[in-house]
């Protein structure tokens, strides 16, 4: 039996201030099934309990404890242990890690979630971008969060016949919409840019005009997308930490990938930058090198986000 942690949950979206934990139990058993060929893999999850006072470790060992007791599940037969290894988790002595494992007796594995480092990762390989997420945030923020400005824009789209009846606006909590947020605000680029114009503020946002930006504002949409595309891939039953592994490694080759088709200017897996390269006069296309460049010191350091943290998976 392995036990999932899912962490200190406390949306912002919620008035209210108590932190809630989540406890996942995954139990194998014997028999065939076809997917795995072998052993049959049974995910449940068992509670989601709150914590009404304090956040400590002794805190978290006491709820995940009641909550398996609840459901009559002997500590005893626990192997393993996945959280988000927050200080709350890992702390040496009075952390929930050390004191689950003392309650159940005996060693058992410690993993830090999965899902959660190639989120981490997908947050810090792509850092040197925020500034673009930053302007692009501003501007949906204008346009959205006021409801005449909100009118307004809606009349430009229906004006255009736009397939769409507004932006996206982006929450850094729910970090997985950021490429929903982008390809959006990429897809009424011009609704935006004529919306801006009409109200006199179009000189506020050169951004939105420089070549060079929009390079990057391309290939940040295209490159959360194949994160995303990833994420997606991990979630989900039945994913044991093989299978999670192995589309790690082979998302890590893709990097390989993605950095080689940049060099070449093939840009295959970047189909927003290649439109946006493409569409341009060949007076007004940055220069190569600069792009290169760029984009080739986001791939590297995603590749090396990666290699850094899922060290624990390659002993």
Excluded at 19 to 45: D, F, M, S, Y
Excluded at 125 to 146: E, F
Excluded at 224 to 240: A, S
Aim: proline share 2%.
């Amino acid at each position: 039996m392995a036990v999932e942690v899912l962490g200190l949950m406390n949306d912002n979206r919620c008035v209210s201030s108590i932190t809630e934990i989540g406890v996942l139990v995954a139990i194998t058993g014997h028999g065939l099934a076809p997917r795995e060929g072998g052993n049959v893999i049974k995910e449940e999850l068992i509670a989601i309990t709150s914590l009404l006072t304090t956040t400590k470790g002794t805190d978290i060992c006491t709820a995940v404890k009641n909550s398996l007791a609840e459901k009559e599940i002997d500590l005893k037969k626990n192997v393993s242990v996945r959280t988000d290894r927050a200080p709350s988790m890992v702390g040496k002595k009075n952390g929930f890690i050390s004191l689950f494992q003392t309650d159940v007796g005996y060693s058992i594995l410690e993993f830090h979630c999965i899902i959660h480092q190639q989120a981490l990762c997908a947050k810090s390989g792509l850092t040197s971008l925020d500034n673009v997420m930053a302007v692009v945030t501003k501007i949906v923020n204008l346009i959205s969060s006021q409801a005449l400005n909100k009118r307004k824009f809606d009349a430009v789209l229906d004006t255009v016949n736009s397939v769409y009846n507004g932006l996206l606006m982006y929450n850094n909590v729910h970090w997985l919409s950021r490429r929903n947020v982008l390809q959006r605000f990429v897809d009424c680029l011009e609704e935006i840019r004529l919306f801006l114009k009409n109200e006199g503020k179009i000189e506020q946002y050169p951004h939105l005009l420089d070549v060079m930006w929009l390079s990057k504002l391309m290939f940040f949409t295209d490159i959360c997308q194949r994160f995303n595309e990833l994420n997606v891939k991990l979630q989900g039953t039945n994913k044991t930490i093989i299978v999670m592994i192995d589309l790690i490694r082979a998302f890590d080759a893709k990097l390989h990938v993605f950095r080689n088709d940049i060099i070449t200017g093939n840009y295959k897996y970047f189909p927003n930058l290649k439109k946006n390269i493409s569409d341009l006069d060949v007076h007004e296309k940055p220069g190569e090198e600069t792009v290169t460049k760029e984009f080739i010191s986001v791939i590297d350091s995603s590749i090396n986000k990666f290699s850094a943290r899922l060290s624990q998976f390659k002993e």
